[in-house]
């Protein structure tokens, strides 16, 4: 006679599904996510100076004594100066252009959709350090930029002056432009082109039914891409290492530049690299925070 | 279903069975009698000669001791570097890895990371084959690692073609040297040619050398006994020095931007009428003896270049020094039990690095002058033919002496840092040669401090 499943039975077999799809992943998470972090929060409270971390010298907990050491260093504040530079270049200039971009290639304002679609996104799919070596020979003492720039004023000669910079978040904003440009022509294209025939019909302008169609449309896009945004800013390392490495004098250096130079540049500080990396996290919370803050308050419905 | 499912485990067998497979090859090895040694190589490929190494030297080893199997990890500057730290911090450094006495390989040296060669050396009584000033304690307290030879980290290379066609004269002289700025500025030619985007180059190549000009070939001693300091005359008038050379234009501000090895072509070409590096740079300009090509070669070598030292510093209280460290070399995992068939095989290829063969053949390219005394360096270059630029090197050795330390070669990464970015501070001219010197002095009293 068969067995009748009772409600119970139910209940247990929902139970194991459960754990059977959750606990590889809750596991996997733990391991490579959590266990890190959590432990990286911790070396960045000991004594730990190199060599092997387990069965090594023993290590003390010497409280936050690389958290001031670390805010009383003027680089670290040079570097995470040039990390809200680049989460401004990419909030506020990454995504407006992309936004522009899609805009414009959506609503067919010009001609050769496919060809400019294309060339804007290409530099995303470049691998970064070939990007990175590319623009650094750019703008090398005796590269291509500083001989262009003698065709119009001879005797110049290019240094990294007082905004060296620049040219890094040129590159940035040049690069990801393209990611977001895809990311906004992607939802434009969820829009029901209905409505915005209706608000055209109601007389709305090109630039009403931006406002009051369309942005609010893609607000949590916005927010999604600014959060995008941010964080990737604050982990940008790959670029900036291959075009500068962080100097000259850390002129160009970022936190994450920064936290590798002192994890891996001369006699290692784990301990002070680890606290860096954890106010990395701290900043990246607080800036993501604001921007959902920012949605609440100022964006639209989807 | 049920032949997907077979295809699975088929699958899933065959990985297994591979993964096992390739995990096992230490012990098949073994079971060959074979000993396998890690080995982390420092290298530049894109040098004449590199690619001819590891035929020459680590595939003749191969063959000659067949018991022993390499394998072999080659990396180059600074990703060389992050990467024996991150051996160092898993606890898996290779047996056998290519090191520096003190400054970049502090680490190793600091941990225990690696064994003193010495009691091998005794052992074996190779102790008299080498230089007496290479086996001198390194940063451990021991021998860490087995030299190359003696590093002089200040070469100044002149290109005297360059000086003869713009109607000047060779001198070194730096009041000289700063007098042909306005001659050559005017014609688009650089006086001195360097590469100081990474931060080591101005400090290793130039600074250490005036260091020693104004502080005696002692001031590290007297700096550890507290007899001066670092806001000191000697000092400041270093970073004053390196101030000048900026100011006057006779080393551009743009080098700040030139990665390191870049200008060597420029220079070559005839762009800039000196270059400074180290000696190890002599090795870029000489012939690759597969292709034949050189950036300098041979003829040009003998009649249009010089390897010099920059002399007669405004009020330099050493003439002609140079700052010179005891050579990278070849050090030996301490994780190797004493007494295995693996230390052994290590030391028999670390003797073979530093033996006759592969220091003649170093010597032959340019990579270094050999610490192991059965090298005669006349006798070899008059044998094999070899260019200019080794017999001149030889010369420029005799020519400028005394040698004074390397900053790096000496202090604590976490002075030498500060020092470094100093200079690039003044190189920018953001920070005052007296503002670098305290700020020198502060990372100094704080590192004496946590000792």
Same mark, same amino acid.
Do not use: E, H, N
């Given at each position: 006679m068969a067995k009748v499943n009772t409600m119970a039975d139910t209940k247990r077999e929902q139970r194991r599904a459960y754990w059977a799809l959750v606990l590889p992943g809750f596991l996997l998470y733990i391991a490579v996510m959590a266990f890190p972090t959590i432990f990286s929060v911790v070396l960045s409270l000991t004594s730990y100076n190199g060599g092997k971390l387990f069965g090594g010298k023993p290590v003390e907990m010497v409280g936050l004594k690389w958290y001031v050491r670390l805010f009383g260093d003027e680089y670290f504040y040079r570097a995470l100066k040039n990390n809200l530079w680049i989460v401004l270049v @990419? %909030?506020?200039?990454? $995504?407006?252009?992309? #936004? #522009?971009?899609? +805009? /414009?290639? +959506? =609503?067919?304002? %010009? =001609?050769?959709?496919?060809?400019?679609?294309?060339?804007? +996104?290409?530099?995303? /799919? $470049? @691998?970064? %350090? %070939? $990007?990175? $070596?590319?623009?650094k020979s750019f703008f090398a003492p005796h590269g291509a930029f500083p001989e262009l720039m003698r065709i119009f004023r001879p005797g110049y000669e290019y240094t990294m002056g007082s905004h060296p910079m620049i040219p890094v978040l040129f590159v940035i904003l040049w690069m990801y432009s393209g990611m977001y440009m895809i990311i906004f022509m992607a939802n434009l294209q969820k829009i029901d082109n209905a409505v915005i025939e209706a608000a055209r019909i109601d007389g709305a302008g090109e630039m009403q039914v931006l406002r009051y169609v369309i942005l609010p449309a893609l607000s949590g896009v916005i927010v999604v891409t600014a959060i995008l945004a941010i964080s990737g800013s604050l982990k940008s390392f790959d670029l900036i290492y291959v075009m500068t490495g962080g100097g000259p004098a850390n002129r160009t250096s970022v936190l994450s530049i920064y936290m590798f130079d002192k994890a891996f540049k001369g006699a290692p500080n784990y301990p002070l690299a680890n606290a860096i990396s954890t106010v990395m996290v701290i900043i990246s919370f607080l800036l993501i925070g604001l921007t959902k803050f920012a949605e609440k308050k100022f964006g639209g419905r989807e | 279903m049920t032949g997907l499912k077979r295809v699975a485990v088929v699958l899933l067998a065959l990985v297994v069975v591979s993964s096992s497979l390739f995990a096992q090859g230490t012990k098949e090895d073994a079971a060959k009698g074979q000993v396998t040694l890690n080995v982390l190589n420092y290298i530049d490929m894109s040098e004449p000669n590199s690619a001819n190494e590891v035929r020459l030297v680590w595939d003749k080893f191969e063959s000659e001791n067949p018991d022993i199997k390499i394998v072999r990890e080659d990396l180059f500057n600074e990703p060389f570097h992050y990467k024996t730290e991150a051996y160092i911090a898993s606890g898996q450094l290779p047996d056998v890895l290519y090191m520096w006495p003190s400054g970049r390989s502090t680490s190793l040296h600091t941990t225990g990371s690696v064994k003193d060669l010495m009691p091998l050396l005794e052992k074996d009584g190779l102790v008299d084959d080498y230089n007496p000033a290479a086996l001198a304690p390194q940063f451990s307290g021991f021998l860490g690692e087995l030299p190359n030879g003696i590093t002089t980290t200040h070469m100044l290379f002149v290109n005297k073609k360059v000086l003869r066609d713009n109607g000047l004269t060779l001198s070194t002289d730096y009041n000289d040297m700063k007098k042909m700025v306005s001659t050559l500025k005017a014609k688009g030619i650089e006086l001195i040619a360097m590469d100081n985007m990474d931060d080591w180059v101005m400090q290793s190549c130039l600074f250490s050398m005036v260091v020693g000009r104004y502080g005696g070939t002692d001031w590290y001693d007297r700096l550890e006994a507290g007899e001066i300091s670092f806001t000191d005359d000697w000092f400041v008038k270093s970073l004053e020095l390196i101030d000048d050379m900026y100011k006057s234009g006779m080393i551009n501000r743009n080098t700040l931007s030139s990665p390191y090895g870049a200008s060597r072509s420029s220079f070559a070409t005839g762009k800039a009428a000196f270059l400074i590096d180290g000696d190890w740079a002599t090795g870029s300009f000489m012939t690759d003896i597969t292709t034949g090509d050189a950036l300098i070669n041979a003829k040009a070598q003998a009649d249009d270049f010089e390897l010099m030292a920059i002399t007669n510093l405004p009020g330099e209280v050493v003439k002609n020094s140079n700052s010179g460290v005891v050579g990278t070399g070849w050090g030996m995992s301490a994780n190797i039990a004493a007494g295995s068939a693996k230390e052994e095989a290590a030391w028999r290829l670390i003797k073979y690095l530093q033996g006759e063969y592969v220091q003649t053949y170093r010597l032959s390219t340019g990579a270094s002058f050999p610490s192991n005394l059965k090298v005669d360096v006349a006798k070899v270059a008059a044998e094999q033919n070899l260019e200019p630029f080794i017999t001149k090197r030889a010369e420029y050795y005799n020519k400028y002496v005394p040698i004074t330390p390397v900053i790096d070669g000496v202090l604590h990464s976490d002075v030498y840092n500060v020092i470094n970015s100093g200079l690039q501070e003044i190189g920018l001219g953001s920070k005052t040669p007296r503002t670098v010197a305290a700020e020198v002095q502060r990372a100094w009293e704080a590192f004496l401090k946590n000792k």
């Open positions: @990419s %909030v506020l200039g990454q $995504i407006p252009l992309g #936004f #522009f971009l899609a +805009y /414009v290639l +959506y =609503r067919g304002l %010009v =001609r050769g959709k496919d060809f400019f679609q294309t060339m804007i +996104y290409l530099p995303t /799919v $470049i @691998s970064t %350090v %070939v $990007i990175g $070596i590319l623009w | -």
